[in-house]
Every structure is written in C-alpha cells, then in structure tokens.
C-alpha cells in the first residue's frame, strides 16, 4: 500500500504561485509514478502533470504548461508542483497519485487517470480574480 499526503494548497490571487507537495510512504519512492490531478466544481478530474520514476520524463496538460513545473526528491519521498502565474480557472481540488511500476522504464510516465491505484486526499486551490 502508499500512502499520498498533500500539502500546500491555499487561497491566493490571480497571478499569484504555489507549491503543492505530496508526501508519500509505504514503497519505495524510485518504484512509483507520480502524478498530479485536479477537480474543480461541477467537473471531472483532470490530468495536470505527471513524472517518471527516474525524473527525466514528464507531460504537461496544455492549460497548465509554461507555468506549472512537476518535480520529485528522492531523499524527502516527496513530490512537487510548482505553479505559478496562476489563474482563476486554476481553481480546483489538486490530488496527487501513484502507481507502483518498478519493473517498468525509469522514464515512463502516464496522463491516464485509470492507471494510478493510488490517490492523495487532495487540496483545495482557490485563485481569486
């Protein structure tokens, strides 16, 4: 089992940045894809970013790319977004995921929702106008 716990998540104003962590245990962290997710009100979760096991590979959704910046360190079991010039429409519940491949390529990584098993309870992302 991992546990997925995220941090950092407030209210801030348009053009504003943040940085979400996702801290997670229960594997070892190398064994995991990562992924960040979001929710907003009256929608259906959406791919924001994700991140290969070994950290040279990652994907963007088109909305968030240019201002948005996935990272992970290996040595805090932790893993990041830093976004920034956020934008009203940014507003959502943020998740974090993970799926254990350790027998996959390092530098795999997926914007398949259905493809991470396990899920961070989220935080909410407010960006006022």
């Known amino acids: 089992q991992v546990q997925l716990v995220e941090s950092g998540g407030g209210l801030v104003q348009a053009g504003a940045s943040l940085r979400l962590s996702c801290a997670a245990s229960?594997?070892?962290?190398?064994?995991?894809?990562m992924g960040w997710f979001r929710q907003a009100p009256g929608k259906e979760r959406a791919f924001v970013s994700a991140?290969?096991?070994?950290?040279?590979?990652?994907g963007y959704a088109e909305s968030v790319k240019g201002r948005f910046t996935i990272s992970r360190d290996t040595d805090k079991n932790t893993l990041y977004l830093e976004m920034n010039s956020l934008k009203p429409e940014d507003t959502a519940v943020y998740y974090c995921?993970?799926?254990?491949?350790?027998?996959?390529?390092?530098?795999?990584?997926?914007?398949?929702?259905?493809?991470?098993?396990?899920w961070g309870q989220g935080t909410q992302v407010t960006v006022s106008s």
């Open positions: 991140i290969s096991r070994s950290g040279r590979s990652t």
């Open positions: 995921a993970a799926d254990y491949k350790p027998y996959w390529s390092s530098n795999y990584y997926t914007e398949e929702a259905r493809e991470y098993d396990y």
């Open positions: 229960g594997r070892t962290f190398g064994s995991l894809l």
